[in-house]
């Protein structure tokens, strides 16, 4: 299982309907003002978006608290981290990450040089500072997939440090980011800056993994850059109505903000509770937990078969069969899987 959401794979392994904690998508679901607007986009199909996607990029802004052209779009987050790649011969990143952070580098000729998270999966700064070339992309997730931890505001700066004195360029693949507590805004930190980009997707907070819809910050001067290389049209019309729409549906960006707050911490002081599994924080809609017995293929089939998928995360690059990741989802199904895990 490279990603997680497979559930298709699995049906028969379990006849009822399963419920996926291997895929960390808002469990609210879509917003409802979303219904109209893709309803009304029924007509838009026979002509083409806006090719500079202007009405979006003005809402994005909006919602991010950017210049207009500062926005960069793609379809999907991983459209945006595939093309910025394309910009850079080496990739740097530090495991465990996002398996796609190593996979699509590679598949475009790039070179990758991974560099282990330090104790904690914390960023070693001292290793990044002797690792970091002129024109390296440093690739990094905030919240971190699969440990779901945020950069320390303060380590986060520090970073940035390096990147600019090094010569070399910062992504910030925050596609979690809005599930996590309100302590800072990165887009302000470096809204003035040169040499980073932060990625953001309507996938996971928004729930909409069927609608592709990646956006983003750049530095005013590589949005441009980036407008060069992009796939004309790569957002497509329903895609292009759900975000002229769901940026503005404040009640339910605050209520999603609540209710996944609430039950992270319902989880994690359940979880930490269970004598078998160790464990860690997280500020994202995922925690990951180490097995202090079984591995993660017992464990998985033991769960399948009750009717809920978890994440294995040996398919982690840094990670080994000892540890799993679940989803944090509505009450119920979260409280159904504590169970199974206290039996």
Not at 224 to 237: C, D, L
């Amino acid at each position: 299982m490279i990603h997680g959401g497979d559930v298709i794979s699995y049906s028969d392994k379990y006849e009822g309907e399963i419920i996926d904690f291997s895929s960390n998508i808002n469990p609210l679901g879509p917003p409802d003002s979303l219904k109209d607007a893709i309803s009304a986009a029924y007509t838009e199909l026979e002509c083409y978006p806006d090719i500079k996607y202007r009405e979006l990029k003005a809402n994005v802004a909006a919602y991010l608290g950017c210049d207009q052209d500062q926005v960069i779009l793609g379809n999907g987050a991983m459209e945006i981290i595939n093309n910025v790649c394309l910009l850079f011969k080496r990739i740097v990143v530090f495991t465990p990450c996002f398996i796609e952070y190593i996979k699509r580098p590679k598949v475009l000729g790039k070179s990758v040089l991974k560099l282990p998270l330090a104790e904690g999966f914390s960023i070693d700064l001292e290793k990044l500072e002797n690792s970091l070339q002129p024109r390296d992309l440093l690739i990094l997730g905030n919240p971190n997939n699969p440990t779901g931890l945020r950069i320390p505001e303060p380590v986060l700066k520090a970073v940035y440090d390096l990147v600019i004195s090094r010569g070399a360029f910062l992504l910030l693949d925050e596609a979690f980011f809005e599930f996590c507590p309100a302590d800072y805004d990165s887009i302000s930190l470096f809204k003035i800056q040169s040499n980073v980009c932060i990625v953001r997707a309507a996938t996971k907070f928004f729930a909409l993994p069927g609608l592709r819809l990646g956006y983003g910050f750049a530095s005013t001067g590589f949005a441009r850059k980036y407008t060069e290389i992009e796939m004309p049209w790569s957002v497509n019309a329903f895609a292009n109505a759900a975000g002229r729409c769901i940026f503005k549906d404040k009640a339910y960006i605050e209520r999603t903000k609540k209710y996944i707050d609430k039950e992270r911490k319902y989880m994690l002081k359940s979880l930490s509770q269970v004598n078998w599994v160790k464990t860690f924080n997280s500020h994202a809609n995922f925690i990951l937990l180490k097995l202090l017995k079984y591995d993660e293929d017992i464990v998985f089939d033991k769960f399948i078969k009750q009717g809920f998928m978890i994440r294995k995360a040996s398919t982690f690059d840094g990670l080994d069969k000892s540890y799993i990741r679940v989803a944090v989802k509505d009450h119920q199904s979260n409280q159904k899987l504590i169970n199974l895990f206290q039996e």
